[in-house]
């Protein structure tokens, strides 16, 4: 099988999948890396190490993954396409290790089973609809984020934007402040639409992280605030803490206590309060919960 070839020319990709019965699934937002010039943006960015392990989300079929593996100690993939894998397995053999499934669900399976050694760089090509989910798992999660020297991603333009918005900016989100208080973010640079087969229809980014170290259970609380908080965006804070009552158990009056004593006035609108703020709101709220409210759940897609 020539790769170089494959790898590199939409229409030899093209007629590799009509041989082997394959097509991009558009529900999985399939749009496989084409550019040799984009790969190896992504894995200048990543900044590979001899003793790195790896972790790649959506590898297609394996364009960055065969660099990678001559670069890096160990790589694993997570990938949901059982075509893909059966290809993947067929090019790589042993020297690949597959994780099959939704990322959204098996990265944080994968970091319990290996968390005294979770991956030291994170990239991939993700899927449009699916990018924030799966980069809030890798953010939120102990054992990924905490232990981390970078994350490279291709996402959508619009999503590159919201990731490094700052307050009072239309693109700042509950998703800007997660990213903010896990980490530097970076929006790196736009990749042409012909980078990808097919072409996507809209701009695609590529962006780093390079995580810092932050409590994952408080970071989760402030996550939970600022959704809360963000949940009727036109409206001020007061008319959003029942919202955040209901998602944390604790009592409006206890939540207003807290924000005064932070200095957040309730007349003010979530999208201008700072994402350092949130985490105090959360450190407040966590330290004045009785104990029998309910802890918040796992945070959701943003």
């Not at 290809?87 to 290790?97: I, K, N, Q, T, W």
């Amino acid at each position: 099988m020539d790769w170089s070839k494959i790898d590199n020319s939409p229409a030899a990709l093209r007629r590799f999948l009509e041989e082997e019965g394959l097509a991009p699934k558009k529900r999985w937002g399939q749009n496989f890396m084409v550019s040799p010039g984009a790969r190896s943006a992504v894995v200048t960015a990543l900044g590979v190490r001899p003793d790195d392990l790896v972790w790649e989300i959506g590898p297609g079929f394996g364009a960055i993954t065969a660099l990678l593996v001559e670069a890096a100690r160990q790589v694993v993939v997570f990938e949901i396409d059982h075509g893909i894998i059966r290809v993947l397995r067929e090019r790589f053999g042993s020297a690949l290790a597959i994780v099959a499934g939704d990322a959204v669900k098996t990265l944080a399976g994968e970091s319990r089973e290996s968390v005294s050694s979770g991956p030291n760089l994170v990239v991939g090509n993700l899927p449009y609809r699916s990018a924030a989910a799966i980069i809030a798992v890798l953010l939120e999660t102990d054992g990924i984020g905490s232990r981390c020297r970078r994350m490279v991603f291709t996402v959508q333009r619009e999503m590159a934007r919201r990731m490094v918005a700052l307050p009072g900016r239309k693109e700042y989100s509950p998703f800007s402040v997660l990213c903010a208080l896990t980490g530097a973010v970076t929006h790196d640079s736009d990749l042409a639409a012909g980078s990808f087969y097919p072409a996507p229809e809209v701009v695609s980014s590529l962006v780093s992280v390079e995580p810092k170290p932050v409590d994952r259970g408080l970071l989760q609380l402030a996550s939970v605030c600022a959704r809360s908080l963000f949940s009727s965006r036109r409206k001020t804070i007061r008319n959003n803490l029942r919202t955040l009552e209901s998602a944390t158990g604790v009592a409006v009056e206890e939540i207003q206590r807290a924000l005064d004593e932070i200095g957040i006035e309730n007349s003010r609108r979530a999208e201008t309060v700072e994402p350092e703020a949130y985490l105090r709101l959360a450190e407040r709220i966590r330290s004045g919960r009785p104990s029998e409210s309910p802890t918040p759940g796992e945070p959701s897609s943003r």
